[in-house]
C-alpha cells in the first residue's frame, strides 16, 4: 500500500512559468526513494509538496489517508507526522540542542518535559552525539548539526522522513557521518524519500530512483535498473556528468 | 556678555511654591521618565504587532500595516500631537471631545499615546526587518515541526528576529526619550518645559540648560547600559547576529 501517492502534480507562477509538470509518484511503507536531477528541476519543490509546505495547482497528494490539497486536512497534524531534514539544517540558533529537539515535541504532541527530554537524549545517543546535547546549533560543525535536525526531525515519531539534499551544504569529510545515520535509519525500515547528488547512497539503501529534469518525472524505475541502463538520453546524460570523477 | 552666573539657583525657591528649582526640574524629569515608559510600551507593542503582520502572507493586512507605518512616520511628530490633542476632540462627537478635554493629565496621556504611535512605525519598520532578515528555512523548518503559524512566531523567529534589532531598538528608545520633549507644546511640564519655567522665572538660562542637558544624558546613558546588558543576557554562544 502507497504511503505516499503523488497524483498529476503541477504546480506554477504563471502559465509560462510551470516547475511541476504533472508529476505522479508512490513510495510505499518502508521504501526508500531518492530523487535526483539537475538543478531548477523542481525535486526540492516536489518533496516540499508533500507536507504542503509548497502550495501545487493541479493534482493531488495523500499521505497516509490525508489529503492534499483538502481545506478538511490539517495542515500542522499532518506535517507533524512527517519528518523533513534541510540542506542548511535549519537548526534553530537561540535553543540549545535538546531545547532543538523538544520544542516540537512539547508544542506540537503535548508531550510533558521528562519524556521529550527522555527522548531527545535517546536519539542524540544514536546519532552519537550525547556529549553536545547543552550546546547551542552554532557551537556544533555542519555534520553534527545535520544529525541534529534529523533526530529533531525523528523525535516526532515520524510515519516518513523527507531529506532535501542533506548533504549538500556539508564539506566533504562530513558527509559520511550524516549519510550513515540516514543508512541506518533506512535499514530500520523507515520510509524515505530523499533528494540528493549522493548516487553511492542512492545505489547502497535506494528502492527507486526517480530523475526529474525540467519539472517533470522522466524516468521512475527500480535502483539496480535505473544505473544500469537509464533509459532516457537526459538521465544519461546526468548520470555521466556527476560519476565523470 | 554680561552674563550674572549663579549655580546656586538651584538651591532657590521658585516662585510656583512647590519648592526648590531642582525639585521643578525634577518634576518635570519625572513626567519625562513616566511619557517616555508609557510612549515605549505602546511603541513597542503596537510596533512588534504590526511588524509581524506586515510579513504574513495576507495580501490585505500586509497592505493595511503598510498604510499605518506610512502614515504615522510620515506625519512630522509635533503635527501628530496637535492632531490628537487639539483636533480630535474637536472632531468627535460633543460628550466625547468633552470628556476628553477635561480628562485629568490630559497632556500626559495624548502626549504619550501620540509620541508610542509615531514610534511603533518605527519600530514596526525594525521587527519587519528582523524577520526578513532570517532564512525563510527557519519558518520551513517550525512549519515542518508542525508548529502552528503564531508558535513558529513566538517560539522561533520572533526570539532571533529581536536579537537582531536590539541595536536599533535601543536606538528607538533614546529616540522615544528625546521625543517626549515635543509634548511639551501641548502642555505637558516635562523637564524640557520646567527648564524653559525656570529660565523665565530665573533668567539663568545656562545653568537651567545645563541641568537639563545632564538629566537627559543621564536618562539615556542609563537606557543604553540596560539594554547592554539585555544584549548580553540574551547572547547565544555561537550565534553571531551580524553574519
Redesign the interface.
Known amino acids: 500500500m502507497a504511503m505516499i501517492r503523488l497524483e498529476g502534480v503541477s504546480k506554477w507562477y504563471t502559465p509560462q512559468f510551470q516547475v511541476l509538470k504533472d508529476c505522479t509518484l508512490s513510495v510505499a511503507k518502508g521504501e526508500v526513494l531518492v530523487v535526483c536531477g539537475p538543478s531548477g528541476s523542481g525535486k526540492s519543490t516536489l518533496i516540499?509538496c508533500i507536507?504542503a509546505?509548497e502550495p501545487f495547482q493541479a493534482g493531488s497528494i495523500v499521505i497516509d489517508g490525508a489529503k492534499l490539497p483538502d481545506p478538511k486536512t490539517n495542515l500542522?497534524?499532518l506535517?507533524?507526522?512527517?519528518g523533513?531534514v534541510?540542506?542548511?539544517f535549519?537548526?534553530?540558533?537561540?535553543l540549545s540542542i535538546t531545547q532543538n529537539l523538544c520544542?516540537?515535541q512539547e508544542?506540537?504532541?503535548r508531550r510533558g518535559h521528562e519524556e521529550a527530554m527522555a527522548k531527545a537524549m535517546m536519539l542524540l545517543e544514536r546519532v552519537g552525539l550525547t556529549a553536545h546535547a547543552h550546546?547551542?546549533?552554532?557551537?556544533?560543525s555542519g555534520g553534527q548539526q545535520q544529525r541534529v535536525a534529523i533526530a529533531?526531525?525523528l523525535a516526532?515519531d515520524p510515519i516518513a522522513m523527507l531529506f532535501d539534499e542533506p548533504t549538500s551544504a556539508l564539506d566533504p569529510e562530513m558527509i559520511n557521518e550524516v549519510l550513515d545515520v540516514m543508512v541506518e535509519l533506512a535499514g530500520e525500515g523507515m520510509t524515505m524519500m530523499v533528494v540528493t547528488h549522493e548516487m553511492g547512497f542512492a545505489r547502497k539503501v535506494a528502492d527507486r530512483v526517480v530523475f526529474m529534469d525540467g519539472g517533470e518525472i522522466i524516468e521512475d524505475r527500480p535502483t539496480e535498473a535505473f544505473f544500469g541502463s537509464p533509459h532516457s538520453a537526459r538521465a544519461q546524460t546526468f548520470l555521466s556528468k556527476i560519476l565523470a570523477h | 556678555m554680561n552674563y550674572h552666573w549663579n549655580w546656586g539657583i538651584f538651591w532657590e525657591m521658585s516662585p510656583e511654591g512647590t519648592g526648590t528649582y531642582f525639585d521643578m526640574l525634577l518634576a518635570g524629569l519625572w513626567w519625562t521618565l513616566a511619557t517616555s515608559a508609557l510612549a515605549w510600551i505602546i511603541a513597542f507593542s503596537v510596533g512588534s504587532v504590526v511588524g509581524v503582520l506586515r510579513t504574513l502572507r495576507s495580501g490585505w493586512v500586509v497592505m493595511a500595516c503598510n498604510a499605518y507605518v506610512e502614515l504615522f512616520r510620515n506625519i512630522p511628530i509635533l503635527v501628530q500631537l496637535f492632531l490628537w490633542y487639539f483636533v480630535l476632540p474637536e472632531v468627535l462627537p460633543a460628550e466625547m471631545g468633552r470628556w476628553l478635554k477635561t480628562m485629568p493629565n490630559a497632556a500626559f496621556w495624548t502626549g504619550s499615546i501620540g509620541i508610542g504611535l509615531f514610534m511603533s512605525a518605527r519600530v514596526a519598520e525594525q521587527v519587519k526587518a528582523g524577520l526578513q532578515a532570517l532564512?525563510r528555512?527557519?519558518w520551513?523548518?517550525?512549519?515542518?515541526?508542525?508548529?502552528?503559524t503564531a508558535?513558529t512566531y513566538r517560539?522561533?523567529l520572533l526570539?532571533?528576529a529581536f536579537?537582531i534589532i536590539l541595536p536599533p531598538l535601543t536606538s528607538e528608545m533614546l529616540n522615544t526619550v528625546k521625543n517626549s520633549s515635543v509634548a511639551l507644546t501641548i502642555g505637558l511640564m516635562e523637564l524640557t518645559a520646567q527648564t524653559r519655567a525656570m529660565q523665565e522665572f530665573s533668567f539663568q538660562v545656562f545653568e537651567a540648560f545645563t541641568a537639563a542637558t545632564i538629566l537627559y544624558l543621564i536618562v539615556n546613558a542609563v537606557v543604553t547600559l540596560a539594554m547592554r546588558w539585555v544584549e548580553k543576557m540574551a547572547a547565544?554562544?555561537?550565534?553571531?547576529t551580524g553574519h
Open positions: 516540499k507536507n509546505l500542522p497534524k506535517r507533524s507526522r512527517i523533513m534541510f540542506q542548511h535549519e537548526l534553530f540558533p537561540h520544542l516540537a508544542k506540537v504532541l550546546k547551542f546549533p552554532g557551537q556544533l529533531r526531525a516526532m | 532564512p528555512g527557519q520551513m523548518a517550525g512549519t515542518a515541526l508542525g508548529l502552528t508558535q517560539y522561533i526570539p532571533t536579537r547565544v554562544p555561537g550565534y553571531t
